[in-house]
């Protein structure tokens, strides 16, 4: 798969079209980019603005950072996901114990822990307005397949070791009673929240922005070269449409696009497209009726929908109908590996729809009110790991340069969202909320302390050695 740049006239999520009054969306966009900056920051996900943020509370002064964004601010997978912050509990352990070992695949699901707890903390410190939800998730199994593997998988990470106590679990009538899902052969509850990602980002950059961190929108960087003059301290040379800036610090957060600059990266970061979608709940999932938990609805382990009742009554629906579209000849093609976010798979949103009507109580025959149903759905890019887990840390051979990206999991593990693409089924794990541990690590890092202090699962550092471990070409399959 060929590296590429963000594609301009990407689709605008949920998050996006309730946010276009943010006043830094298109900061500096007919602006030269400065001559120089001590740290460069490429991207304006999460992982830049967060990474920026955690930098200056160390005390870098703001002025010293630049973020190069190639589109709009926060207009990556940030600004388009799902908007649950849903750690693994238990249930990714045996996928990430084959790749990595029991003990590692211990840690990362006590990484997702604390992740819960680090967001929880960072809203609240900050009083930030963007709907933080502290509720629970339920995984609602249908099948007996399913229901086996979770429970294989919940009594392996128990062995391991790992806590599982916050983790409720429920049959039969009891099941279907506290999940509302009428099919729920038996389901497993533990804390979870949702949030509005977009006000999230959003309050974090401009948080930096005031305390002196530049931002230049629209402006993709194309190259990161050696600096031409050895005679100051800077090591590299970005350039973009608008300039060059020479840097001392580089720190790649462009998850599934990191590969364009890093070529190293083309072969282990692997960019797939999901589907979102908002639905206005009718009758029987409004007001008092409302859904108050997220959910995962696991039919098979590759085969799941996830479900995100926002508090404004809004469901974000993601996942797909994975069976129905592996069987379907007509599942679309050419959506595997794709960049392109610029639009969507009806295919996709009418397999959603059907499973979003599936919880409602309604008759089938009962007409939706004008407004009910479908309301919006949208794009995002994923960067993949062909073991599941990102990349952070330095870049061995580039010194001065840095990475936090590819913020999902795939293949076998089976967490909080579905891909399908071209019938095939990749489950990915909660990669925004990961990214609130791995950005202050990173951090870390840079400002010249040890991986040990990062706290982050080892198997999250960047190395040759790893990426070497992949270099045939990642095979889409399960
Ligand atoms: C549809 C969908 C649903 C999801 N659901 C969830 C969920 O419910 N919960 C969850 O936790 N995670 C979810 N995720 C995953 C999550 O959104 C990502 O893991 C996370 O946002 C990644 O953050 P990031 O900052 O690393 O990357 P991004 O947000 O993608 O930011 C990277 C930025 O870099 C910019 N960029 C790239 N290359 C260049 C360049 N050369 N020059 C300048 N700028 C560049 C991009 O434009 C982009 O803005 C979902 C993702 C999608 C797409």
């Known amino acids: 798969m060929k590296p590429s740049l963000p594609y301009d006239s990407s689709t605008l999520s949920i998050w996006h079209r309730t946010t276009r009054s943010f006043p830094h969306l298109h900061a500096n966009h007919f602006a030269d980019v400065p001559a ?3 740290y460069l920051i490429i991207g304006s996900g999460i992982s830049g603005v967060l990474t920026t943020w955690k930098l200056v509370e160390s005390g870098i002064e703001g002025d010293e950072i630049l973020i190069i964004e190639a589109r709009e601010a926060v207009s990556g997978a940030s600004g388009r996901n799902a908007g649950h912050i849903r750690p693994d509990a238990f249930r990714g352990f045996s996928g990430y114990a084959s790749y990595h070992g029991p003990e590692q695949a211990r840690k990362i699901l006590e990484n997702e822990k604390r992740v819960m707890e680090d967001i929880q903390d ?3 410190t900050h009083n930030i307005d963007c709907d933080f939800n502290l509720t629970t998730t339920f995984e609602v199994c249908f099948s007996d397949k399913f229901a086996k593997e979770a429970a294989d998988a919940f009594e392996a990470y128990k062995r391991a070791g790992g806590d599982v106590d916050p983790v409720r679990f429920y049959e039969g009538e009891e099941a279907k009673a506290r999940t509302k899902v009428p099919g729920a ?5 533990w804390t979870a929240a949702s949030n509005h990602p977009g006000k999230l980002v959003q309050w974090i950059l401009n948080d930096a922005i005031k305390k002196g961190v530049k931002l230049w929108t629209h402006c993709p960087v194309t190259k990161v070269v050696k600096h031409q003059s050895s005679e100051d301290q800077f090591r590299w040379d970005i350039h973009t449409p608008r300039g060059v800036v020479a840097a001392e610090t580089v720190i790649h957060c462009t998850n599934a696009y990191a590969a364009y600059l890093i070529p190293e990266l083309s072969q282990f970061i692997t960019a797939n497209r999901a589907q979102s979608h908002a639905f206005i709940p009718r009758y029987s999932l409004s007001g008092e009726y409302r859904l108050k938990s997220t959910m995962a609805l ?4 590759g085969s ?4 995100n009742p926002l508090l404004n009554g809004t469901i974000i629906f993601g996942g797909t109908g994975i069976r129905s579209l592996s069987e379907n000849p007509e599942a679309p093609s050419g959506f595997m590996n794709t960049f392109d976010d610029t639009s969507y798979s009806n295919l996709i949103a009418g397999t959603a729809t059907r499973e ?15 407004g009910e149903g479908l309301d919006h759905a949208w794009t995002g890019i994923i960067g ?7 990349l952070v840390g330095p870049l061995e051979a580039l010194e001065g340069q840095w990475i936090c990206a590819a913020f999902n999991g795939h293949g076998k593990f089976p967490c909080t969202f579905v891909l ?3 019938g095939l089924i990749f489950i990915f794990f909660t990669g925004m909320a990961g990214i609130f541990r791995c950005a202050p690590g990173l951090v870390k890092l840079i400002l010249g302390q040890t991986w040990q202090d990062t706290g982050l699962p080892e198997c999250f550092q960047i190395s040759k050695e790893r990426i070497d471990r992949f270099k045939e070409p990642i095979k889409s399959s399960l």
């Open 36 to 38: 120089s900056a001590k």
């Open 122 to 124: 960072f809203v609240k």
């Open 185 to 189: 052969l038996c389901a497993y509850e």
């Open 298 to 301: 696991r039919y098979d382990v």
């Open 304 to 307: 799941f929908f996830s479900v």
């Open 356 to 370: 979003f009507n599936s919880l409602s109580r309604e008759a089938a025959e009962v007409p939706l009110r004008h």
């Open 384 to 390: 993949m790991t062909p073991d599941s887990v990102p």
């Open 420 to 422: 399908v693409i071209a």
